[in-house]
C-alpha cells in the first residue's frame, strides 16, 4: 500500500516566505542545526510531517487530567482537523496567522497543519507569557492559552480572530475582553480529539444576557451524553469510534452543549454532587489569582469543599476569603469552603496548567 503525501498549499508561507514541500525539507534540518528550542522543535516536527513512510504523529498529553502519555495520530486526520478549523472559522487561503504556542504539544502542531493545508501566512515566535509583546504586526487568526491572552490585552488589538485552548477562560479574563474588537472564541478539545472540536464567541455580544453561550461543535461532529451526563463525542473524521470523555455536559442539541464540569473532581458532600468548576466560576468575581476547589474528608460530610489560592500564607488573607465568602448569597451552604490553604507556587503540568493533585499533595506533606 503507497504512503500517502500530503501536499504544501501553493499559498502556504512560513515567516514570510513561501516554501515547496522540497524546500521545506532545508528549512526544518536549518531549524534544527540552527535554530533555537523551540525552532528545534519546529524542524523536528516538519521533518516528521514530510516524512511519507509514517502515517502518524507521535503527541505528548498535556497531563491535566492524569500523566502525561504519548499518543499517535493519523496524519489525515491532523488535516481533517486543519479543514473543520478552516471552515468553522471561515478562514481561507492566505490568513495571516500567528504561532505563539509550543510546537512539541497539539495545539502548536495544528497550527503548522492548518497553515499548510489552507494556505496561510504563517509567523511563527518563541512561545511566552506575552507573545504579542515585540510585535507591531496585524494578524487574523492565532491561538493562545488563557494565561497568555490574560498576558496580551493591551495588544490584542493586533489579533482579528484568536481562539484560546488549553484551560477555561475565567469570568474576570472574558469580561475584561468586552469591548475589544478582537472575536474572542473559548474552545474545548483535547489532544486525543486532534485539538478543538468545539468553540463559542465569549466577547462583544448582540444581547445583554450575561449567561454563557454553548459549545458549538465543528463540522462533521456531534455530540451526546451517557446516563451520568458524560460528554460522548462523535467525529468519524477524527475518531476511529465516539469517545466517552470525562467531562460532565448539558446537552443542548446534538450539535450545542454547555459544559459542567470533570467528572473525576465532583465533590460529594453530605449527598449533595458539586462541580469544582461551576462553584470557581462563582468565586472568580473576587479572587483575582489563580485557585482551585477540591475535596477532603470529613467525617460527617464525607467529603468537604476545600479552597486552595495562590498566595503567600497570611492569618488576615484567610479570614478575608472566609468573610467575603460567607457573604456569597450565590453559593449554597454545602458549596461553601470549609477551610483554605494558601499555595505561594502552584504545582504544574508540562504545559503550564495548574496540576490540582500535586498542588495538593505538596502541600499536605
Given at each position: 500500500m503507497?504512503?500517502q503525501?500530503?501536499e504544501?498549499?501553493p499559498?502556504?508561507k512560513l515567516n514570510?516566505?513561501h516554501?515547496?514541500?522540497?524546500?521545506?525539507?532545508?528549512?526544518a534540518?536549518s531549524f534544527i542545526k540552527?535554530?533555537q528550542?523551540?525552532e528545534?522543535r519546529?524542524g523536528n516536527?516538519?521533518?516528521?510531517?514530510?516524512?511519507?513512510?509514517?502515517?502518524?504523529?507521535?503527541?505528548?498529553?498535556s497531563?491535566?487530567t492524569g500523566?502525561?502519555?504519548?499518543?499517535?495520530?493519523?496524519k489525515?486526520?491532523m488535516?481533517?482537523s486543519a479543514?473543520?478549523t478552516?471552515?468553522?472559522?471561515?478562514?481561507?487561503e492566505?490568513t495571516?496567522?500567528l504561532?505563539?504556542?509550543?510546537p512539541?504539544h497539539i495545539?502548536g502542531?495544528m497550527?503548522m497543519v492548518?497553515?499548510?493545508t489552507?494556505?496561510?501566512h504563517?509567523?511563527?515566535?518563541k512561545p511566552?507569557s506575552?507573545?504579542?509583546?515585540?510585535?507591531y504586526?496585524?494578524y487574523?487568526?492565532?491561538?493562545?492559552?488563557?494565561?497568555?491572552l490574560?498576558n496580551?490585552?493591551?495588544?490584542l488589538?493586533l489579533?482579528?480572530?484568536l481562539?484560546?485552548?488549553?484551560?477555561?477562560?475565567s469570568?474576570?479574563?472574558?469580561?475584561m475582553?468586552?469591548?475589544i474588537?478582537?472575536?474572542?472564541?473559548?474552545?474545548?478539545g483535547?489532544?486525543?480529539?486532534v485539538?478543538?472540536i468545539?468553540?463559542?464567541?465569549v466577547?462583544?455580544r448582540?444581547?445583554?444576557?450575561t449567561?454563557?453561550?454553548?459549545f458549538?461543535?465543528?463540522?462533521?461532529?456531534?455530540?451526546?451524553?451517557?446516563?451520568?451526563?458524560q460528554?460522548?463525542?462523535?467525529?468519524?473524521?477524527?475518531?476511529?469510534?465516539p469517545l466517552l470523555?470525562n467531562d460532565i455536559v448539558?446537552?443542548?442539541?446534538?450539535?450545542?452543549?454547555y459544559?459542567?464540569?470533570?467528572?473525576?473532581?465532583?465533590?460529594?458532600?453530605?449527598?449533595v454532587?458539586i462541580?469544582?468548576?461551576?462553584?470557581?466560576?462563582k468565586?472568580?468575581k473576587?479572587?483575582?489569582q489563580r485557585?482551585f476547589l477540591?475535596a477532603?474528608?470529613?467525617?460527617?460530610?464525607g467529603e468537604?469543599?476545600?479552597l486552595f489560592v495562590e498566595?503567600?500564607?497570611?492569618?488576615?488573607?484567610?479570614?478575608d476569603?472566609?468573610?467575603?465568602i460567607?457573604?456569597?448569597?450565590?453559593?449554597d451552604?454545602?458549596e461553601?469552603p470549609k477551610?483554605?490553604?494558601?499555595v505561594?507556587k502552584?504545582?504544574?503540568t508540562?504545559?503550564?496548567?495548574?496540576?490540582?493533585k500535586?498542588?495538593?499533595s505538596a502541600k499536605?506533606k
Amino acid at each position: 500500500m503507497a504512503k500517502q503525501e500530503f501536499e504544501i498549499h501553493p499559498c502556504f508561507k512560513l515567516n514570510g516566505t513561501h516554501f515547496s514541500r522540497m524546500h521545506l525539507h532545508k528549512v526544518a534540518y536549518s531549524f534544527i542545526k540552527e535554530g533555537q528550542p523551540y525552532e528545534e522543535r519546529v524542524g523536528n516536527f516538519l521533518l516528521d510531517w514530510l516524512n511519507d513512510d509514517y502515517d502518524d504523529i507521535k503527541v505528548r498529553t498535556s497531563g491535566s487530567t492524569g500523566k502525561p502519555k504519548v499518543i499517535f495520530i493519523d496524519k489525515q486526520k491532523m488535516v481533517n482537523s486543519a479543514l473543520a478549523t478552516g471552515k468553522y472559522f471561515k478562514v481561507k487561503e492566505e490568513t495571516k496567522a500567528l504561532m505563539c504556542l509550543p510546537p512539541k504539544h497539539i495545539g502548536g502542531m495544528m497550527m503548522m497543519v492548518r497553515a499548510m493545508t489552507l494556505g496561510w501566512h504563517l509567523d511563527i515566535v518563541k512561545p511566552s507569557s506575552n507573545p504579542l509583546d515585540k510585535l507591531y504586526k496585524t494578524y487574523d487568526f492565532c491561538a493562545m492559552t488563557p494565561f497568555q491572552l490574560d498576558n496580551s490585552l493591551s495588544r490584542l488589538h493586533l489579533i482579528k480572530k484568536l481562539i484560546v485552548g488549553g484551560g477555561h477562560i475565567s469570568e474576570n479574563l472574558k469580561q475584561m475582553v468586552q469591548g475589544i474588537p478582537t472575536k474572542v472564541y473559548e474552545t474545548f478539545g483535547m489532544t486525543e480529539t486532534v485539538s478543538h472540536i468545539a468553540a463559542r464567541k465569549v466577547n462583544n455580544r448582540k444581547s445583554n444576557k450575561t449567561e454563557p453561550k454553548p459549545f458549538k461543535t465543528l463540522p462533521k461532529i456531534s455530540v451526546a451524553s451517557d446516563e451520568h451526563n458524560q460528554l460522548i463525542i462523535k467525529a468519524p473524521k477524527l475518531l476511529d469510534e465516539p469517545l466517552l470523555t470525562n467531562d460532565i455536559v448539558k446537552i443542548e442539541t446534538y450539535k450545542k452543549f454547555y459544559w459542567k464540569g470533570r467528572a473525576d473532581n465532583v465533590i460529594n458532600s453530605g449527598g449533595v454532587k458539586i462541580h469544582p468548576e461551576e462553584v470557581e466560576k462563582k468565586l472568580q468575581k473576587f479572587i483575582t489569582q489563580r485557585f482551585f476547589l477540591s475535596a477532603m474528608p470529613d467525617n460527617s460530610l464525607g467529603e468537604k469543599v476545600v479552597l486552595f489560592v495562590e498566595l503567600p500564607f497570611s492569618e488576615k488573607t484567610i479570614n478575608d476569603l472566609t468573610e467575603a465568602i460567607e457573604k456569597m448569597e450565590e453559593l449554597d451552604k454545602y458549596e461553601k469552603p470549609k477551610k483554605i490553604y494558601l499555595v505561594e507556587k502552584f504545582e504544574e503540568t508540562p504545559s503550564g496548567k495548574v496540576n490540582r493533585k500535586r498542588t495538593i499533595s505538596a502541600k499536605m506533606k
